[in-house]
């Protein structure tokens, strides 16, 4: 069985990598960058150059969808890149295919704030994709770079999905009709998502779940169940935003950035203001395995648990990756 991780941004460590393979992973959509500009986004592809050459057993880079293959083989886990933000593209259009050429496959339009390109999940009022916005996501569908609306508002995502010309995506997030988070998606737009030719990554992370942290695997497992018969057994994956390992700095960077100098607690509250406690029964890597078995549970067949463990996500990065026909990349 082929297993992809739609996003995970934990503290990485050769312990992580071990158990990504004891977990049978095959590849992970790594967040490379949340905020950070075009130089910080390239110090950020030099930490993961180093891990690369320090572990080179364990882990490889994907550049196309081929490589997931050839990780396989190896006995490896592929890594591709995604950005939660615009922010490594700054104001410059050029800085997509740059970007794209260096790894970065798969970029949010915004995370949760109002950008150059879309509105996020907290603004109170959507503009929707703005004018920058528009020639980003035609760039983005010319060199072949994944759109990802998991932070962005409702409008804007719609919007995202009338201009893109190739399938866009949720790499990590839940409907909102199985728990009423700001970042969880409307039928409406899973829909959308799904007759784009798009993909739903299921988050695992508790703020993203009906009753957080004690929900249960069948209970997350109807979820995926409910969602199969509203999007299509070839629409849905797993994203399970795992944030392993991490201090809390990393959260309030991913929260605040540098937009603002008060505390902005995100999905969480002054008097719940850090990592949600883990699921009981996925905390790491080597819990894939659980979900596979609580979906075996929930009915689904031996090649329906394929596609959402890992195939789906695979079809994702074979045509959505590729670089337009006669494109000058």
Known sequence: MLTIDGLQYSNWSRAIFEQMREGGVDAVHATLVYHENCRETLLRFGEWQRRFEEH???????????DIELARETNRVGIFFGAQNCSPIEDDIDLVAIMRRLGLLIMQLTYNNQSLLACGCYEAEDSGITRFGRQAIREMNRVGMLIDMSHSAERSTLEAIELSERPV?????????????????????????????GILGFSVYPFHLRNGPDCTLDEFCGMVADTAELMGIDHIGMGTDLCQAQPESVLTWMRNGRWTKAMDYGEGSQSNAGWPSPLSWFSDNRHFPNIVEGLRQKGFNHEEIDKIMGRNWLKQLTEGTRPAVNAAF
């Open 56 to 66: 080179s057993d364990l882990i490889m880079p994907v550049f196309e969808a081929s």
């Open 169 to 197: 995506i949720i790499s990590h997030a839940n409907p909102a009709s199985f728990h009423p988070a700001k970042r969880n998606k409307s039928d409406t737009v899973l829909r959308a998502i799904a007759e784009s030719g």
